[in-house]
């Protein structure tokens, strides 16, 4: 059977996507082994295209945004990534070996809903660096769901969610001065001191033959945490406030 050659403008170059598929043979046969093949390569190119528009939404918010690779996240920078604002709490970069690229483990936390995600990235993928600033304020009260603050110099009053501040909320004192974290002028976290030396309201007896084993400890503000055996009622002790985790007690502490 003689091979008939395919329509030339249908054999013409096809472009997708940044992909170009080219006819590589005149005959029937290859040419519908190409238009089968063709999903199959346009479904990769869609993915590039999605990639494409992520980017390109970035630099239409701000055309100026600030783009880093994922090698360069460090802890403390503010990033959004698919629509979403994170802080990095963690950063590990991991370089790859012969022709494997790096990695970028990194541990962030969702400056929306506070919540925590671990993500490993292409070392070269790029992400917008988002500006953020800190601002000394002076804690006033709690009403409801919200905690206000103050700015010292301009006596201006804001009301964060409790939900943001988090668990934390309840070690707040009036007048005590912490770093408000804002982003694009909006504030998105608080910045709590990453020690903080507290009574204990009440535990039970301290039994010194069993200092390996621990026992639970109310605080003065309600908390529950878990206390060596040797402390009592009266002590005050150093609380890790990022873990709410006991540390050690307090130099004079001892009741």
């Not at 918010?61 to 990534?81: C, I, N, T, W």
């Not at 483990?105 to 993500?119: D, P």
Request: aromatic fraction near 8%; hydrophobic fraction near 35%.
């Amino acid at each position: 059977m003689v091979s008939t050659p395919a329509d030339a403008d249908t054999m013409g170059v096809m472009e997708s996507a940044g992909l170009r598929v080219l006819a590589a043979s005149t005959s029937i046969g290859s040419y519908q082994t190409s238009m089968e093949e063709f999903p199959r390569r346009l479904e990769g190119g869609n993915k590039v295209r999605r990639c494409l528009r992520r980017h390109q939404a970035a630099c239409l918010r701000d055309p100026e945004a600030k783009m880093v690779s994922a090698s360069q996240l460090r802890p403390g920078m503010v990033v959004r990534y698919e629509n979403h604002t994170y802080r990095v709490v963690a950063a590990a970069y991991h370089p790859g070996q012969g022709r494997m690229g790096g990695v970028t483990h990194a541990r962030l936390k969702n400056l929306s809903t506070g919540t925590f995600w671990e993500h490993s990235f292409r070392s070269e993928l790029k992400l917008e660096e988002v500006a953020s600033d800190q601002r000394a304020m002076d804690f006033l009260y709690r009403d409801g769901d919200h905690c206000y603050f103050m700015d010292p110099d301009t006596y201006e009053q804001i009301a964060i969610p409790e939900s943001m501040v988090g668990p934390q909320a309840v070690f707040l004192l009036p007048e005590m001065r912490l770093n408000i974290d804002q982003v694009e002028g909006k504030p998105v976290s608080v910045q709590f001191p990453e020690m903080m030396e507290v009574r204990i309201a009440d535990t039970a007896p301290p039994i010194h033959q069993q200092d390996n084993t621990w026992k639970p400890a109310r605080l003065e503000n309600g908390m529950e945490i878990m206390v060596p055996q040797f402390i009592k009622t009266g002590d005050v002790v150093r609380l890790d406030l990022a873990n709410l985790k006991y540390v050690d007690r307090a130099k004079g502490g001892a009741k």
